[in-house]
């Protein structure tokens, strides 16, 4: 029931649209509702314009008085690549989950770049200021402890948790 007070809401606007456009001026317009398997379609004359996209017909839109704007479908922002930053965060630990102290881990880059951080007195540790897009190795060591085959490469998107590092038994 919603759907269709929707679309007959837009109908009606439409309509009241397409009135106030050829009573205000002089001229063949054509409005046309389309759907491209690329992508939507603009309709530019005069002092109007009509945006459409694939997708949801009456998911927004917008008129301004004199000239008339008419938008509807999804839109997306323009995406443009940031220098955002994300952190990677986890735990040295033993197999049984105690925490490893001042285990130094380190996350190096491909170009060999290193950051260095040393846990805490429960093993947790993070980087912050990691710059998103990039994979790293990620490995650790610490005293009194054996870790082998846990050096792994992480690939950073966003906020990376839970990257645990876990210490060999002892032999």
């Known amino acids: 029931m919603k759907k ?17 456009i050829s009573l205000g001026q002089s001229g063949t317009y054509e ?17 109007y314009r009509i945006r459409g996209t694939i997708g949801q017909s009456s998911a927004d839109s917008f008129f301004g008085p004199g000239n008339y704007e008419m938008t509807a479908g999804f ?5 443009t690549p940031t220098a ?5 965060s986890g735990r040295v630990r033993t197999q049984n989950g105690q925490g490893i102290p001042s285990a130094s881990v380190t996350l190096t880059d491909s170009a060999g770049n290193v950051k260095q951080v040393v846990s805490s007195s429960f093993g947790y540790y993070i980087f912050t200021d990691v710059e998103v897009g990039v994979s790293y190795v990620l490995d650790a060591t610490a005293r009194g402890h054996t870790i082998t085959g846990q050096a792994r490469i992480v690939s950073v998107y966003d906020n990376v948790t839970g990257a645990d590092i876990i210490a060999d038994e002892p032999q």
């Not at 389309?34 to 309709?43: F, L, N, P, T, Y």
């Open 4 to 20: 269709i007070m929707r679309y007959l809401g837009l109908a009606l606007i439409l309509l009241a649209f397409v009135a106030q």
């Open 31 to 47: 409005i046309r509702r389309s759907v491209i398997a690329g992508g939507g379609r603009d309709i530019d004359g005069g002092s």
């Open 75 to 79: 839109w997306a922002p323009p995406l």
């Open 84 to 88: 955002a930053s994300a952190s990677i």
